[in-house]
């Protein structure tokens, strides 16, 4: 069940949006424009179940914002058309409420009056909206977004509404919701990542085989992530198109906000990440920085080298071999070439994104895992500093998405990284975990703790007896004495 929101410039459609949906979803600023794209969020409704808002943009360029506007009518299933009180009806709102009539969905929109506080007291409000009546909507109310005036009557109208629909499809519905439900965990997240303009938005509109998200050659176009779903070869898939990500201290401002959001949803939904490459640039340090800081956060990813189409084939294989050379410190991330745009390569993305998904969400049994590591470093045992040497007491899988290792040693301080890099390809080797990447943390065994104070007990007297004697050298060198050698 789909509810679109619609309106001029600045009428406060995202306001309402986020009131709507119960959490700050949409950019909101008082800068015409901020919203850009179509903002899609699932919810679920008392006495409704799921449905999802969608958020039109406000664009000043209103033939590029017609369009949007008119696929969200076209889409859904409910309308809420936003007029601004202190503006009053002007030609977009002509422009929207005529394309309302042509497509017969008067009977399935409610007429929304926002900031009718401005010019009016609470008291007048429902005098005040009786002069939209003579659109010839049956629904009309006047409401206040930013104030939340007048919000529980809109919810209480969107339930009402619904509810007389469902009345009329209830056995299809239900099939439907149903079905949804037993899909829905598994579904396949993933988002796409990268720079400004490498081309996340054209990878978006593929996958959807429509005009999601806009498509320009001006870097920033894509303000705040886009979520789209699909289904491919009977696999249900959601995927989000990032606002492409320039340096921190480059980012502020409404750009700094959608940073913030998509780093949570990031963290949240833990997705798969297609990071976008520009193939024509090739992979710059700025990229090599990005991939290593969504290797912190430890979320499975593939890298797409992207614009291939517009490379011959030695090209091509010189960009590959170098981005696999950069690649070395994260081997187990799959690179593949594409081109967003005539989709060459996609389809063999999607050949690995249900392995890498279950690779993920891999288990290892304990003793399985602690018998492969035990054969391993004994046949092969890493080397250390004399009396500096880190055993591997015991190591279990503690979790999942990322696959999280805890590995109990005789001395923490001691496993340092080459010790870490050896365990992890150990596993790697035995286990796989294509695409994902492994978290390992040590700890020290309270035996061990002791253990090692005796050993530090024995070195500071070796030390202090060493220091002893080289001052008794000193000493005897200085009266022109020699130790006689043994």
Known sequence: MNIGLVGSTNVGKSTLFNRLIGQFRAIVTDIPGTTRDIIEHETLIDDIGKVTFLD????????????????????????LFMIDDSVGITAKEQHIY????????????????????????????????????????????????????????????????????????????????????????????????????????????????KKV????????????????????????????????????WDIHGIEKIAFDKTLDMLKYKRPIILFLVDGVEGVSHRDMTLIQEINNLAL??????NKIDILDTKQQKNLLAKTKAMMDFAKYIQVFPISAKTQKGVKEIFKVLGQ????????????????????????????FPKNKICKILYITQIDINAP??????????????????????????????????????????????????????????????????????????????RTKKK
Not at 58 to 78: A, P, R, Y
Not at 357 to 383: C, H, Q, V
């Open 56 to 79: 039109s943009p406000g664009l000043h360029d209103f033939t590029e914002e017609e369009v949007l506007i008119k696929q969200i009518i076209n889409h859904s299933d409910l309308i």
């Open 404 to 481: 999280t290792f805890i590995a109990f040693v005789n001395h923490k301080t001691r496993a340092n990284f080459a010790f870490k890099r050896r365990l992890e390809n150990t596993i790697r080797s035995h286990f796989g975990f294509m695409g994902t990447p492994l978290v390992i943390r040590f700890k020290e065994r309270q035996d061990s703790r002791i253990e090692r104070r005796d050993e530090e007990k024995e070195e500071n007297k070796e030390e202090k007896t060493e220091a002893l004697w080289k001052t008794k050298e000193k000493k005897q060198e200085a009266y022109g004495h």
């Open 356 to 383: 890498i998904k279950k690779e993920a969400e891999k288990r290892i049994d304990t003793s399985e895992l602690n018998d492969i590591i035990g054969k391993e470093f004994i046949s092969r045992p890493p080397r």
């Open 213 to 248: 998200s806009k498509v320009e050659s001006i870097p920033g176009t894509t303000r705040d992530y886009i979520i789209g779903e699909f289904t491919m070869e009977r696999k249900k898939y959601v995927v989000y198109d990032t606002a492409g990500i320039r340096k921190k």
């Open 98 to 209: 005529s394309y309302i009539i042509e497509k017969h969905k008067k009977k399935d929109t409610i007429l929304i009056v926002n900031k009718i506080d401005i010019k009016h007291k609470e008291k007048e409000y429902d005098l005040a909206v009786n002069e939209y009546y003579n659109l010839g909507f049956e629904h009309v109310l006047g409401i206040s977004a930013k104030k939340q005036k007048n919000l529980v009557e809109v919810k209480d109208l969107i339930t009402k509404i619904i509810n007389a629909k469902l009345l009329k499809e209830s056995t299809e519905v239900a099939a439907l919701v149903t079905s949804e439900t037993q899909v829905q965990d598994n579904r396949i997240h993933m988002a796409i990542i990268g720079k400004p303009n490498a081309g996340k938005s054209t990878l978006l509109n593929g996958f959807m085989k």
């Open 300 to 305: 499975p990813m593939i890298l797409c080298v």
